[in-house]
């Protein structure tokens, strides 16, 4: 890892105004939605109100976007190039850099809302649910980041979103246009409805690894098969991803890197 | 930079982290795709079924028996591969040391595993087949624990299921739902199944289907023991001694009625015809009723039922027989009649004229108490 590359890129994202405008709405939206809850519905005061683990996401996505394809639109990259780094510490870096930060950003979110749930109801301090959802936020946040990383070196600026955004289009859209063959494969195909429904779960766990890296903390306990497969499809997402961001930008041409 | 031994180029390849990307999705792919596929070995191997918990399960033939021996309710697990439900249940919380020491102790367990989501009822397997007659296994996706008491034990689903008594529906003022919601009571479990706990204070299920903490199950545990402990309610007709069946014919016709002590049937025709004002009316105005009820537990007690059922030819329960009619001809309505047909009969026997049928009144009950 590289130090200057992660400190830069975490300066490049204080000097951008609707990031900084973005994080603080992903701050305050929750805390606004549990102070509504809390005003008119006195009983669950002394609920623990934490927003999802999934929340991370959107903390990576503020931070990730664009975080390789910006460099290069700028040509900042090449400089960065020209010096003794390589691709692949440039970009175990930038994926440092926005997991640390999405994972701090939202460990901080947590930790506000479980304070004021705190301050409401004390014996929460120690809830067991808060430590798991911390966990799982750096968790997701670690996961999340190697995605957006890959598809920011797709391109150059900030096009990965609209990649991202296209993929998930074109997923819904595949799912409304493959609903209905789905729901009669099984008539036609000579495929038993139980296989199918298992092809269409090894589909959704595809998609759910990619979409959503998560390692559930609670399967933690049971040692069993399910948490063995949640860390090695985190560990897969992470890697491959990590690989193919790496293996793309080595392909690109910068005029000023080395050879 | 010159070219020294430590060298090392921009675009070099990252070998090792290619290798782990290789494999690992290597490893997803055979092991960690889709908890429910026949391929997923390390679920196989590190699944929580292998270490069984110590629970002492019978085969439900040993369980049927034993039940018929000492009384105690079958436990029916119901376990779905690669639920997590079920998972969690076997693995956790039949682990600890109340719920074995109290479903051992309380319960005769019987395990029912299936290997995966049985779509039509012809591919149950061979052996499930007797227990999905008797509780429908087909389209189950998740765990569910299911407790037959041993009175009910070679019954179907819907008899056991079904109660009339009130404490045990959860209800004290039935008519104030309407009849018709009592076939909800009836035919559903209660509350457990959908919301883990029981909401309506009392009431109680022998269907556990969604749980939530170690604590609903134990609750489940508690009251599905007790389930068809209960006499089923009588309804709100004056009942009157049955050795005035064998006295001299009272100043009132007399009117039997017949009932199971379990079953759908019986169990809806006490909370529909005997909460019923019409009914309750007729019979305590201007008849003798008389309750006889089928005692499932010791047969012997039934002399006088069976004498009645073969007199009039009876196979099946509930029955209502009005002795004592106007043309001096008993006369028998079978079966779970709607009430306002058996208001008809009433009718009929008393030689009164025919009324309006009016389903729009709702009685409150409490005005006969």
């Known amino acids: ?259 | 930079m010159p070219k020294t031994d430590k060298y090392v180029s921009t675009r070099s390849q990252p070998k090792r982290l290619y290798l782990l990307a290789v494999s690992a999705l290597l490893l997803a792919s055979v092991c960690g795709i889709g908890k429910e596929y026949n391929f997923n070995l390390l679920n196989e191997l590190a699944s929580p079924f292998r270490h069984s918990p110590p629970i002492v399960w019978r085969t439900r033939e040993a369980a049927l028996a034993e039940s018929g021996r000492t009384g105690k309710p079958i436990l029916y697990a119901i376990l779905v591969k690669g639920d997590d439900a079920s998972i969690r249940l076997e693995y956790d919380d039949f682990n600890k040391k109340d719920t074995y020491e109290f479903i051992n102790a309380n319960y005769i367990p019987v395990r029912i595993f299936l290997k995966e989501k049985i779509t039509e009822e012809s591919k149950t397997p061979l052996e499930f087949k007797a227990f999905s007659e008797q509780f429908p296994l087909s389209y189950r996706s998740s765990v569910a624990l299911f407790t037959v008491p041993a009175k009910l034990r070679m019954r179907n689903h819907n008899d056991i299921l079904s109660s009339a008594n009130l404490a045990e529906l959860g209800i004290s003022e039935p008519n104030l739902y309407g009849h018709q919601n009592y076939q909800y009571y009836n035919n559903y479990e209660p509350a457990y199944s959908y919301y883990g706990r029981s909401e309506g204070g009392n009431s109680r299920g022998p269907v556990l289907n969604v749980y939530r903490t170690h604590e609903d199950l134990m609750e489940y545990l508690f009251a599905a023991k007790n389930w068809h402990h209960f006499k089923p309610s009588t309804g709100l007709v004056h009942w009157q001694p049955a050795k005035l069946l064998d006295g001299p014919k009272p100043a009132k016709p007399r009117v039997l009625v017949l009932l199971d002590d379990i079953g759908q049937e019986s169990d809806h025709f006490r909370l529909n015809s005997l909460y019923n004002r019409e009914v309750v009316d007729l019979l305590n105005k201007n008849c003798t009723p008389i309750l006889l009820e089928y005692d499932t537990e010791h047969p012997e007690r039934n002399k006088t039922i069976d004498q009645i059922k073969n007199k009039y030819g009876l196979t099946s329960l509930p029955a209502t027989v009005f002795v004592d009619a106007k043309d001096g001809k008993d006369d028998v309505i079978r079966g779970n009649a709607a009430e306002q047909n058996i208001c008809e009969f009433l009718r009929n026997g008393l030689g009164l004229k025919a009324s309006v049928p009016d389903n729009t009144v709702q009685y409150a009950s409490h005005k006969y108490r």
């Open chain 1, 1 to 259: 890892m590289n130090r200057a590359i992660c400190v830069n890129t975490w300066r490049e994202f204080k000097s951008n105004k609707v990031r900084l405008i973005l994080l603080t709405l992903l701050f305050l939206g929750p805390l606004a939605h549990f102070t509504w809850r809390r005003c008119f519905s006195p009983l669950e005061i002394q609920d623990e109100m934490i927003s999802f683990s999934a929340m991370s996401i959107f903390f990576a996505l503020i931070w990730g976007i664009g975080v390789v394809g910006r460099e290069r639109q700028h040509g900042t990259i090449t400089l960065v190039l020209a010096r003794p780094v390589t691709i692949t510490n440039y970009i175990i870096s930038k994926w440092i850099a926005v997991g640390l930060a999405a994972a701090i950003c939202a460990v901080q979110a947590l930790v506000v809302e479980h304070a004021i749930s705190v301050y409401f109801a004390p014996s929460l301090l120690l809830d067991g649910e808060f430590f798991a959802n911390m966990a799982e936020r750096i968790i997701i946040a670690f996961g999340t980041a190697s995605v957006l990383v890959f598809c920011s070196s797709l391109v150059t600026g900030i096009k990965d979103l609209a990649i991202i955004a296209g993929v998930l289009f074109a997923l819904m859209l595949g799912a409304q246009v493959l609903s209905p063959v789905y729901h009669t494969a099984y008539t036609w195909s000579g495929i038993s409805q139980v296989n199918l429904e298992r092809l269409a779960h090894i589909g959704f766990g595809a998609l759910a690894a990619v979409f959503y890296p998560n390692i559930p903390i609670a399967n933690l306990f049971t040692f069993g098969g399910e948490y063995i497969g949640s860390v090695i499809n985190y560990v897969c997402v992470v890697s491959v991803f990590l690989s193919l961001a790496v293996f793309t930008l080595s392909r690109k041409e910068f005029s000023y890197a080395q050879d």
